[in-house]
């Protein structure tokens, strides 16, 4: 619910196919497992959907399939991160509650225009 009210309610800023893996939940490192996903950044928020096949970007819509997750890009730190894979093109998304995503494409020109993008979006951490 609270994905698709950001979904409807926050304008759509960016969506496409990026390979992802998850390196660390909670601070704890994970098994890396690279698969491909729809990332669309939208609000404050990066949402990942799954199979790709299904979802191209003329027929993403925000009501039509179930995010697989979502991350709070508030207080985010965005890093290069080519000496973590022999992936070429990868980046470190850590949120503040340290889950740690690594996303990659083989386009330079694409995954340099994401990190852009992200980095230009991510708000203060505001505590309150
Ligand atoms: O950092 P690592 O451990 O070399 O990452 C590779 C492994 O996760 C590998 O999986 P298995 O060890 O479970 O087979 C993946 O298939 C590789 O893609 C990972 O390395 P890259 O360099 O692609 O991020």
């Given at each position: 619910i609270n994905t698709l009210y950001v979904?409807?309610?926050q304008e759509l800023e960016k969506a496409g196919l990026l390979n992802k893996t998850k390196i660390a939940e909670g601070?704890?490192?994970l098994r890396k497992s690279w698969?491909?996903?729809?990332?669309?950044l939208v609000g404050n928020s990066l949402v990942f959907f799954k199979d790709p096949k299904s979802q191209t970007?003329?027929?993403?819509?925000?009501?039509?399939?179930?995010?697989?997750?979502?991350?709070?890009?508030?207080?985010a730190q965005l890093h290069w991160?080519?000496?973590l894979s022999s992936k070429k093109n990868v980046f470190k998304l850590r949120t503040v509650?340290?889950?740690e995503f690594l996303l990659q494409s083989e386009t330079d020109s694409l995954i340099k225009e994401w990190y852009k993008?992200?980095?230009?979006?991510?708000?203060?951490?505001?505590?309150?």
């Amino acid at each position: 619910i609270n994905t698709l009210y950001v979904m409807f309610s926050q304008e759509l800023e960016k969506a496409g196919l990026l390979n992802k893996t998850k390196i660390a939940e909670g601070g704890r490192k994970l098994r890396k497992s690279w698969s491909p996903s729809w990332v669309v950044l939208v609000g404050n928020s990066l949402v990942f959907f799954k199979d790709p096949k299904s979802q191209t970007p003329s027929s993403w819509r925000p009501g039509n399939s179930r995010p697989e997750s979502s991350v709070d890009l508030r207080g985010a730190q965005l890093h290069w991160a080519n000496d973590l894979s022999s992936k070429k093109n990868v980046f470190k998304l850590r949120t503040v509650t340290g889950n740690e995503f690594l996303l990659q494409s083989e386009t330079d020109s694409l995954i340099k225009e994401w990190y852009k993008t992200i980095q230009n979006i991510i708000p203060p951490l505001v505590l309150s």
